[in-house]
């Protein structure tokens, strides 16, 4: 499954460190894969191994895991072109 985190804002931490983060709570489930900064803002891409957890999950281990950076509010997940809040 194709993740992308998109992130619309400047933020106050360096994408190493949530993509460090995440890799770690995904734990041997998925792996970030890319990212990058552009005009729009910055995103990171994440690719979950198919039978590794369904859609729920997978955007309930993400939010959960990036909890504790205190994105913006305008941060958002987007799972096979479904979009949902960070």
Do not use: C
């Amino acid at each position: 499954m194709d993740v992308f985190i998109y992130f619309y804002e400047r933020l106050d931490v360096g994408l190493d460190e949530l993509e460090d983060a995440l890799d770690r709570g995904l734990s041997g489930h998925g792996e970030v894969t890319g990212g990058g900064i552009g005009e729009s803002g910055s995103n990171i891409d994440i690719e979950i191994g198919s039978s590794a957890m369904n859609e729920k999950e997978a955007v309930d281990l993400i939010r959960r895991t990036l909890a504790d950076f205190d994105l913006p509010s305008s941060s958002r997940i987007n799972v096979e072109g479904r979009e949902y809040q960070l």
